[in-house]
Structure formats: C-alpha cells, structure tokens
C-alpha cells in the first residue's frame, strides 16, 4: 500500500467507465479507498469494471447540471462525505473549426467544463463540512498547447486549468486542495477520435503519436493513475495545489504559469 | 499604401474605445460592432449594430462589412463579467458569461475566418482577461477567459498555413487601455510571424504595467 491514507477514503471519478477514468478507479481502489465511478450507461462493461474493483456506480451525464449535482450526492452518500473528485469525463469531437455544427462543438465544453463546474459547486459544501477535500481535475495538452481540429475541446480543457487554479485560491484556507494534470497521448478508446479525424486507423495513429514523443511510446492509463493517487496524498495535494503537471512522455514542455 | 481596416468588436467598451481611438489616429479605417443600436463615436468609419453572441447576426454582419472594406484584422474585446462568486452562480448565468465571452470569439471567427483564409492574409486578436490580480472570487470570469487560451492556439494552427494569425491578448485586470491598445496595434500592423499563441501584457500598476 503506498498511501495508507487513502485507505476509506470515498473517491468519485467522472468517466470512470473506461479509459484513464478506469485506470483510476483501479488504482484507487487497490489502495483501499471506496471508490464510486461515474458514466452514462449502466451496461456490461460498467459492471465489469465495478466487479474488478469493487466500486460503486452512480451513473448519469454531466451534461445535465442536476445530473451533475446528483451524480455528487449519490457518491457521497448519507454521510454527504466525497473526500476525493476526479474530474475526468469528457467528450470529444474534432473538426475543422470553420466547419464545425454549432452544438456538436458545444456539448463537448457543456460536459467537460460545465458538467464539472456543477460537480464541483455540489461537492464544496460538503467537503468544507468535513473538513476538507481534494479536487482532480484532468486536462490535456489540446488544451495547454491546442491541436489542430480541436477547438471546441481545447476550449474545454485550457478553461478546466484556469478554474482550477482559481478554485484553489479561493479554497485553500477551507483545506479544499484542486490538483490537475495535463496527460499527453494516452492508449484509452478516446484515441479513435483522433484516428477518425485524420482518417487512420488506431493502430496508425498510435503509431504515429509514438513516432513523435520523446519516450517513442504512447502512455498507459495506469501512468496517469499513478499520478492522480500521488496528488490525492497528503504530500502530494499539499505539493501540486492550484498547480498542473504535464505527464505526456517528454512533449509539450512549458515553464508553468501560476496566479 | 493600401489602408487597412480592423473590426473592433465590443467597440463602445473601454478597451474597445481606446483601440479605436489609436487605430483612428494611425491612419486606419476602423469599423465598430457592439449591441447599442447608434454611433456616437467619431473614431468609427462604419458601426454595426450586433449581439456577438448570436451567431446567424455576426455572420451577416461581417458579410456586410467585407462588401464595405475587407477585414484586415478582427479584435475582439466584447467581455462580460459575473459580479457573483463560483457558489453563488447560477449554472445558466455561467453559460451566459461563456456564450459571450467564448461563443462571441467563436462566432467572430466563424464569421470572418473564411473571407481572411481566402485572401491568405489576417489577424484574429482575442482579448482575454487575466484576473491573477484582482481580489474577490474571480473563479468563473477567469475559467470563461481561460477558454480563450486553447481556442485561440487550436484555431491558431488551424488557420496558420492561410496565414491567418490568432492569437489571445491575455491582459492583466485592471486593464492597462494604452497597453492593449499598443499592443493590439503592434500585432496587427507590425507582427507576421506571432501566431497561436496567448500573449500575456501587464495591467495597470503591476511590475512593468502603466500607473497612469
């Protein structure tokens, strides 16, 4: 166990059905904490993932803020006690900016940044109730350094760090700490966007991400977990609050920018 | 030498009205769009009348204004402020914020992006606010503003190839006016090769800012 004190304690991670969400739920229910995931639709692969880690479900789209606010509710349970969100769920669409349809290229931010924001004005209250909490919120380097065809979701991800760094100033004295992360190319089902977008298929396009990383490989989800339970630690939440690590392989580097 | 025009949406604001201003008293044709339904302002050559948040109107606003005089360079500075904080905000008056400040970037774009991409030739300047020096619950202002940053350097590699330049002006609040405007000038009339990027300036009394 290398955090013993996450052990019990109730994590809720948004998209938790898959991909990096999963890797997540994996990893934090390995160090005994009681994990609850969060998707659309309570379906085989869900419940698969909820049998080989022991989570709960509490399902929805954030789409929907009273969604949000009740996915929030349900994980915290009777206790109204959430000590960790992962801010994780997002979609994805990727077109040419000028020839994007309007709420196509919106429901990406709706989920990703006003789905989140609805989480989180939820959990606040009952996080300053107990004491305290810590926010994940997950980013991408579409966001920091943007990517061609992904405004709309770059958009979504840059506007997730500005609040996050926020959020952290304003609640730090509430012990609310909101840690974030930039992941780079990650091997989770969201690389088919990329692939349909460029007309590859996943293997190519795994390939050709890999071709141009310094580490010549493409992440495994379970790395971005592993950074997601440091900063849900007690060093590691007091280390990284109202700051963003970049974990993508040697790409995208930047000196950080901190308010 | 051809003279250039820029449309300064949010044309009757602070920043807006210095831009103008400046541009005016360089020589430049400036055309104005903002929501008053009049121009008052002697340093506009054309006003349009138009809410930057619905998209259908910036499209033939814009359509209007490049049969006038071809958009050399865009600024927008259309904002909007939440004067309540992160847990007293109402999720639709946080859409509201972000439909105008990311959907009236997003629609200016959408609007004249085609017309600059076909000349090879224009600048998109997005004016986003940094709130790293306000005091207050700025939470959702900022992360509205902080919008502006992915967008503009996704669009900004998007158009690039057109040689169509986008780029955020991330201007510290209080907004230090002679600075944007200078700087907004400098990008547009000086500057080639800036492009996807969000440019960070000083506000008013912060290190290296104006205390004017």
């Given at each position: 166990?290398?955090?013993?004190?996450?052990?019990?304690?109730?994590?809720?991670?948004?998209?938790?059905?898959?991909?990096?969400?999963?890797?997540?739920?994996?990893?934090?229910?390995?160090?005994?904490a009681?994990?609850?995931?969060?998707?659309?639709?309570?379906?085989?692969k869900?419940?698969?993932?909820?049998?080989?880690?022991?989570?709960?479900?509490?399902?929805?789209?954030?789409?929907?803020?009273?969604?949000?606010?009740?996915?929030?509710?349900e994980?915290?349970?009777?206790e109204?006690?959430?000590?960790?969100?992962?801010?994780?769920?997002?979609?994805?669409?990727?077109?040419?900016?000028?020839?994007?349809?309007?709420?196509?290229?919106?429901?990406?931010?709706?989920?990703?940044?006003?789905?989140?924001?609805?989480?989180?004005?939820?959990?606040?209250?009952?996080?300053?109730?107990h004491?305290?909490?810590?926010i994940?919120?997950?980013?991408?380097?579409?966001?920091t350094?943007?990517?061609?065809?992904?405004?709309?979701y770059?958009?979504?991800?840059?506007?997730?760090?500005?609040?996050?760094?926020?959020?952290?100033?304003?609640y730090?004295?509430?012990?609310?700490?909101v840690?974030?992360?930039?992941?780079?190319?990650i091997?989770?089902?969201?690389?088919?966007?990329d692939?349909?977008?460029?007309?590859?298929?996943?293997?190519e396009?795994?390939?050709m991400y890999a071709e141009?990383?310094?580490?010549k490989?493409?992440?495994?989800?379970?790395?971005?977990?592993?950074?997601?339970?440091?900063?849900?630690?007690d060093?590691?939440?007091?280390?990284?609050?109202?700051?963003?690590?970049?974990?993508?392989?040697?790409?995208?580097?930047?000196?950080?920018?901190?308010? | 030498?051809?003279?250039k025009?820029?449309?300064i949406?949010?044309?009757?604001?602070?920043?807006?009205?210095?831009?103008?201003q400046?541009f005016?008293s360089?020589?430049?044709?400036?055309a104005?769009?903002?929501?008053?339904?009049?121009?008052?302002?002697?340093?506009l050559?054309?006003?349009?009348?138009c809410?930057?948040?619905?998209?259908?109107a910036?499209m033939?606003?814009?359509?209007?204004?490049?049969?006038?005089?071809?958009?050399?360079?865009?600024?927008?500075?259309?904002?909007?402020?939440?004067?309540?904080?992160?847990?007293?905000?109402a999720?639709?008056?946080?859409?509201?914020?972000?439909?105008?400040?990311?959907?009236?970037?997003?629609?200016?774009c959408?609007?004249?992006?085609?017309?600059?991409?076909k000349?090879?030739?224009?600048?998109?300047?997005?004016?986003?606010?940094?709130?790293?020096?306000?005091?207050?619950d700025?939470i959702?202002?900022?992360?509205?503003?902080?919008?502006?940053?992915?967008f503009?350097?996704?669009l900004?590699?998007?158009?690039?190839?057109?040689?169509?330049?986008?780029?955020?002006?991330?201007?510290?609040?209080?907004?230090?006016?002679?600075?944007i405007a200078?700087?907004?000038?400098?990008?547009?009339?000086k500057?080639?090769?800036?492009?996807?990027?969000?440019?960070?300036?000083c506000?008013?009394?912060?290190?290296?800012?104006?205390?004017?």
């Amino acid at each position: 166990m290398k955090y013993q004190e996450l052990v019990g304690k109730t994590v809720l991670i948004t998209g938790g059905t898959q991909g990096i969400g999963e890797a997540m739920a994996v990893s934090f229910s390995a160090q005994g904490a009681d994990v609850c995931i969060n998707g659309r639709t309570l379906n085989k692969k869900v419940r698969a993932v909820m049998d080989k880690t022991g989570a709960r479900a509490a399902m929805g789209s954030i789409l929907d803020p009273q969604v949000a606010e009740d996915v929030v509710k349900e994980a915290a349970g009777a206790e109204r006690k959430l000590d960790v969100l992962v801010c994780n769920a997002a979609g994805m669409s990727m077109t040419p900016f000028l020839e994007s349809k309007e709420d196509q290229w919106w429901e990406q931010i709706k989920i990703n940044l006003t789905g989140h924001i609805a989480c989180i004005q939820a959990v606040l209250t009952m996080m300053k109730e107990h004491g305290g909490g810590t926010i994940i919120v997950i980013s991408s380097f579409f966001g920091t350094i943007g990517w061609n065809n992904a405004t709309g979701y770059g958009s979504s991800k840059s506007g997730l760090l500005t609040l996050a760094q926020y959020l952290a100033r304003q609640y730090e004295a509430a012990n609310i700490k909101v840690c974030s992360i930039v992941p780079g190319v990650i091997d989770t089902p969201q690389l088919n966007v990329d692939a349909n977008d460029l007309g590859i298929s996943l293997d190519e396009v795994r390939a050709m991400y890999a071709e141009e990383i310094a580490m010549k490989r493409i992440a495994r989800p379970e790395e971005i977990a592993e950074m997601a339970l440091y900063m849900a630690s007690d060093p590691g939440r007091r280390a990284f609050n109202g700051r963003h690590v970049i974990v993508s392989g040697g790409e995208y580097r930047s000196t950080p920018y901190y308010i | 030498m051809k003279t250039k025009t820029i449309l300064i949406c949010g044309c009757k604001g602070k920043v807006g009205k210095a831009a103008a201003q400046l541009f005016s008293s360089r020589g430049w044709h400036v055309a104005g769009l903002d929501l008053a339904g009049e121009n008052a302002d002697e340093h506009l050559d054309t006003y349009i009348s138009c809410d930057i948040k619905k998209t259908e109107a910036v499209m033939k606003a814009v359509a209007n204004l490049e049969d006038i005089h071809p958009l050399d360079v865009v600024f927008n500075a259309a904002g909007a402020e939440l004067r309540t904080g992160f847990e007293d905000t109402a999720i639709s008056h946080w859409e509201e914020l972000l439909n105008t400040i990311l959907g009236g970037s997003a629609n200016i774009c959408k609007a004249a992006g085609p017309y600059m991409v076909k000349r090879n030739a224009g600048k998109l300047l997005l004016l986003s606010s940094d709130y790293s020096k306000m005091p207050g619950d700025q939470i959702l202002n900022a992360a509205a503003a902080g919008t502006l940053h992915g967008f503009a350097k996704s669009l900004g590699v998007e158009l690039a190839p057109s040689n169509v330049l986008v780029n955020a002006v991330f201007a510290g609040v209080p907004f230090d006016l002679e600075g944007i405007a200078e700087t907004v000038y400098f990008l547009a009339d000086k500057d080639s090769y800036t492009a996807a990027q969000v440019v960070s300036i000083c506000g008013k009394n912060q290190v290296g800012g104006g205390s004017k």
